[in-house]
Every structure is written in C-alpha cells, then in structure tokens.
C-alpha cells in the first residue's frame, strides 16, 4: 500500500454529501489510504435541511416508500453497490411507526439520514477513514499544489487532493423586487419575508388576528400555514364523513393565499400502484427530439417539446384507463391507439377521438384545465372562490386516493420518465438559451412540482378546514401585490373575484432561486469575488445573455472567470450547473438519477486525484 493517503474535502454532510461520502468510499482505489474530511455545522446525515430542532409539524412531502439513501441493483453504474435500508425498513427496525405509506415528520427523516451516514462510515474498509468536522467551511486557497479549506472554528486549515462542495439549498441577499419590498417595509413599519426556508423563520413577527399576505403556493405555503395554525396551538379534529374541524387557538394571523396559478399543489396519489404495466414512451422519445432539433435548431420546451409531451403524457393517461378499466370506454386499447397516433394532442381528430371513446367526462384527461384550473373563472363574490376551491382541494384529495383513477397515476409516472428525457436534451444542449433560462424553471418545473411534487392529502384537508375556518382565505391565480406608498400597506388582488386585501405583512412562500453573485455564504461569496468560480451565463442567438443565478462546473468541475475548469475542485446540488440538479434521495429499485450523478462524479474524481495525467473525465451529466 502506497505511503501517502489521498486526501479530499467534502463540504456540506446533508443527504448529497452523505451519498458521495458512500461512492467515495465505494469506489475508493485498493491498496490506497483515502482520507475523507466532511465539513457541515450541522450534524452529518441531516446536515441543514433534516436537522433534528425543527418543529415536528413539518414534515417530508416525499412518502417513506420514495425515501432511501443507497444504492441497490437496480443502478446502471461503474461503481460497487453498498445497499442499505429505505427509511420505512430502518424505521421498523428502529421502533419508528412509519410505513411506506408514512409522510415521515422532517425529525425522523434526520435520525435516518444520521443513521446512514453513520453506517456508510463505519462500513468502510480499513483503508478508509472519514472525519467529521462540525464547522463551517470559509475560504478555499491553494498551498502548494494542494488545496486547503479554512474552517470558522479556528483549527488548523486541511489540506486536500481534492474538494467536493455539495452545499445544497443556500441563502442569498434579497435582491431586485425583494430587497425593494423590503425596504418599502422597514420605511413603513411592515413585516417582509423575502423567498426562505421555513424552517428558518421568526414567525412570531406577525401578529395574531391580523391579515398577512402569503404569495406562492407550493410546498413552502404548507409549512408555513401549518405553523402559522397548529403551531400557535390551533387543533384538527376528524369530521364526520371526512376531513376535519379547525379549533382556532386565537392566536392564527388571517392568511390571504394567492400565487400565479392559484391552487396549491395537487395532493399525493397514495395508493401504491397502476392498474397495468406503464406504457413505454412513444411520442417524447429520444429520436423525436432529436428530428425537432434538425428542423429547428436549440429547441423551446414550451413550443416545440410540450405538443410531443402532451401526447405522451395522453398516451400514459389512456393506456392505463383502457387497460385497467375497460369497462369504462367504448373502444379496445389497439383501435384507439390507432387513430390517437396520428392526430396532434390539440387537433380536433383527436378530440374527437376521446369524446367517442371515453363517455365519462371525468375519465377525460384535458391538460389545459388540469394545469390552469382557474382560468377563465370570474366570481361575482370572494365567498364563491373560497367555496370553489374548498370543493376542487377535496375532489383532488379524494381522486388522488381512489384507484378507480389510476389513469391519473401513470400521468405521474409518465411525468418522472419525461424528466429523465428532459434532463437528457438539456445536457446535450438541446434547448435554447432562452428556454433553459425561462421555461425550465418557470414553467416546466412549476408543472412538475404542481402534479408530481405536492403535500400529504391530510396537509390538504387541513388547508380546507382552515378556509372553512376563516384562517385561510384565497385569493385565486394571477395575483398581484403592490406596496401602496400612501397607505403604507401592502395589497393583494386577482382576477377571479372582486376586491382586493390590505395587510401589514406580506410572506413570500417559496424558495430562495439560486442566485451566486448574491449567496451569503463565505466559502462561495469569496470564491465568486475572487473569481474563482462564475455564474452559468447563456447567450441566445440574437445576443441576448440568460443569467441562471447557478455556480457554473464542466464534467463537475467549478470553473473561473476566465473559463477555465479547476481538475481539483468539484461542486454538485441544487445551487450548481444549469438545470435541475437532483441530490439525495430516491425510490429503491429505480435506477434513480442521484445516484447515477453521485457514483460518475465520486468515480471521477477519485481518478483525477489517484492518476493525475491519466484523468480523462466521464462527465456527470451525462450519465442518462
Ligand atoms: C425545505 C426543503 C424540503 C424538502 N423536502 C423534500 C422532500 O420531502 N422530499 C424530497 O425528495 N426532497 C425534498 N427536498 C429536496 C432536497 O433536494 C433534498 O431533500 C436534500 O436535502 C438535498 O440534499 P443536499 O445535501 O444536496 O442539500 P442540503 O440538504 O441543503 O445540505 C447541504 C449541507 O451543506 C452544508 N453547507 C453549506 N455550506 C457550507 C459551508 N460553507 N461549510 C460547511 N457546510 C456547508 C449545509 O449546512 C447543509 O447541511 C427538500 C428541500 C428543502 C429545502
């Protein structure tokens, strides 16, 4: 065994680093020392956003069957399989009640995660040895030919081949609209919260009985309002026939409830499986886009890939109403798929088609309402909308809980086979500047996040019993929010209904958007200042630049102002590179995408530190 160790710096110990601690530790050279030094504040495993003091109301969006940390032989990797168990086997072992059915609080999520990292540690072999430090990482420099990461506690530098950040969800300094609403709120005594983590807010900042504006409605909102509600001591109680009963504590703000779309985020489909196997892709397929790009050139999801998706996503929908349930259409599976290939997903042959073939309204799958349920709806009295979106919250929960639907989970699905594919053509660079920089995170994401990301069902009926309640109060889509300079006051109003809100405090109830030239933390302000890394800037044709607020890598390495790429520093999550960057967790038996970029990216690096002149980078993107 060769003397030296090799030597390499994890920054951040959340469930990314903890998974490329495992494929660092799985692909470790034999016959080589290898040193592993992970940095995080917070206790490995959890790392920031698992942490173990949060309040026990929040819990995971994902369902414990969704939720292991290792990888199994279901991966189409180069690296060895170290498996382990998802969270609901852990969970029985551990006198946890979690199922896999479970939305586990976010508190036993940490003591799983604490419980991996501690496993995939002490399951090492004796070559390697992996040391905590619970510090902040501050600055990275280079001493001789080696870098070296400074810590905040005061110890001495380390000193590394290679670093790795996978610092994940990060704060950045409002900026733009944000930091002006801001400061509209300090001249006139309001209450601001700028995009955040939920987790991390003083929400004794807005005063009981009170009307606060909520702008976002997605899985931020439901933290919020459940620790807005319960969290102040309100209580649920079961009613008869379904759903529940708010019992106000008197100390809940009013929440006005608005965001683009209007709706919350469709609740989880909770029964396990479709009626029969998932069609196989047809219509948004690899060579279909690949014909697109030759016709057209850098490609727009929205106008060029989404007709190809609807259809696929149609051909999800009907394969499963027609095979599952085909007393519930009028043609056999073969004569419908017939005349569907044909016709375009907005054509009226095809429209024609489902009319003809499915008698029942409700079996139809229309997009269009689906995605935009609001649209065109105008009521004559704020008490409709509040009725209107009660009754759309339980019809959803209800469907999404009855397999007679199971069309609706092959939607699902199909949605997670589609983002595979949409991954690809990104990282081929397929898709325009334009639409990488707009669409991706504006559209496509908020449609991913709307049907195939939403909360818990009982987190929806909860949502409804607050509105019956008078906590909650929608104001519906489109919503605009202006600070009235005179009034010192924020106001809220739609389109859907008339009048409008007046209130003292205002919560954007969503993430922070990566955004590097604005990130707080001191490891990645110095580095951007300095130039040694820089923001992922796209340039359309005509010359117009896309900023994407992400720290820009090639094959997984961070690169510099001058647009070169550093072969010993690395950096993967959520702020890095420019798509989605998937980190964490995933469904045993999957093949699942985290897992693939962890074990190429450990793997590279691993060869660019033990065969410096040999490292040829198999890039991590492109793992699909
Ligand atoms: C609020 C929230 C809820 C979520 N819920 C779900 C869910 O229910 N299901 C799901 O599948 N996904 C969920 N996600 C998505 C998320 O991708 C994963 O849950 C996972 O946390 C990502 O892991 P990560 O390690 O990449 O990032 P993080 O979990 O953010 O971990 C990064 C770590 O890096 C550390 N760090 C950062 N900078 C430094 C530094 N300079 N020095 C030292 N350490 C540093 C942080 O302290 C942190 O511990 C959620 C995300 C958020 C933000």
Redesign the pocket.
Known sequence: MSSEPLTIVV?????????MVDRLIANAPPGRRLEIHV????P?G??????REQSEL?????QAA??SLFTDTSLRIDGPIRPGPAIYEWAAEHGYDVTHAT?PP?VI?NAYLSWCFQYIVTSAPPQVTVQVHR????ALTEAGGRQRVW??DGSEPLDADAVL??????DAAPGGVHQELADFADAHGLVYVPPN???DLDLDVIPAGEPVILRGMG??FI?TIVLLAQGRGGRFEPRPGGGYVYHPSGAEPIMYAGSRRGIPNHSKITYPELGAPLAAPRYFVPEAVTALYERHGPLDLNRHLWPLMAKELGHFYYHELFTAHPERVTLPWEKFLDRYDPAGWDDDERITLVEEAVPRREDRLDLANLLSPLEGLRFDDAEDLQRWLRSYIVANVERHADPAHSADLAVYKGLLVMLALVLDVLNQGLLSARSQAEDLPEWFQSVFSYYA?GPPPQRLLELEALSRAGIVRFLGGGVTVTADREAGLFRACGPHAPGHVEARALIESR?PAPSIARVK????RGLYDSGSITEEVLTGPDGTTYRLGRIRVENGRLVNASGAAHPRRFA???WVGHGF??????RPGTNAFPFRIADALARDLLTEITYPAAAAPSPANSVL
Do not use: C, K
């Open positions: 920054v951040g110990a959340g469930p990314g680093g903890t998974v940095v995080d504040p917070h490995p959890g790392g920031r956003t698992w942490r929040m819990w995971m969006n994902s969704d939720v939305f976010r999520q510090a902040t990482a501050e810590l905040d950040l996978v610092q994940g969800y990060l983590y939920v987790a899985l931020g933290d990301s993430l933390d001191p490891l990645l993967l999550g959520h960057a998937i980190t964490g967790f995933a």
